[in-house]
């Protein structure tokens, strides 16, 4: 799974916290970038976590324009070491687990943006909202599927309710 234990990356109900992800992460290279400076992000083209699309629409929100993509292979820098990005790469590496073809470099891409400011103010940065707390409770799978009784699944749900809430308002950082 991801982050979110018990859920993987492309689930519904935490999928939205990657499209947030790429959004935030390009507002913040606004504070720092100069006109026409170049960003590369290495993607997988069956990611199901942060997803071409959600790198796109990040891109496209903050000003920057998508200028080029280039199969990570044919990439100059295609050797260097490819990582998760997430608690896995402490003990493996991708070219290192053979059984997790997934993220093959063969299938990864180098999508190439070039920031390109308008001049005008932006407005606030728009996100997705988590689901809510009766969503939450709606769903059967995940570390939903196995809760002993319905007082504890809505314990569980109000948790990560207040944790997306945290996540999406920045109070989780610091």
Not at 68 to 84: A, C, D, G, I
Request: aromatic content about 12%; overall charge positive; charged content about 25%.
């Amino acid at each position: 799974g991801g982050s979110v234990g018990g859920f993987f990356d492309g689930h519904p109900l935490v999928n939205w916290r990657h499209e947030n992800l790429m959004r935030l992460f390009f507002r913040a290279l606004r504070s720092f970038m100069k006109v026409g400076g170049l960003v590369k992000i290495a993607s997988n083209m069956g990611a199901v976590g942060v997803r071409f699309s959600y790198i796109t629409v990040g891109a496209k929100e903050n000003e920057f324009d998508h200028v080029e993509t280039v199969p990570f292979m044919e990439w100059k820098l295609h050797r260097y070491s490819r990582s998760y990005g997430d608690r896995r790469d402490v003990n493996r590496r991708p070219d290192q687990a053979q059984n997790y073809n997934a993220q093959r470099a063969e299938k990864d891409m180098v999508y190439v943006f070039k920031y390109n400011p308008s001049g005008e103010p932006l407005g606030p940065q728009t996100l997705r909202m988590p689901p809510s707390i009766a969503t939450l409770l709606e769903c059967q799978d995940g570390p939903f599927w196995s809760l002993p009784s319905m007082e504890v699944k809505k314990q569980l749900a109000k948790q990560l309710h207040d944790r997306f809430i945290k996540e999406c308002s920045g109070r989780h950082v610091g």
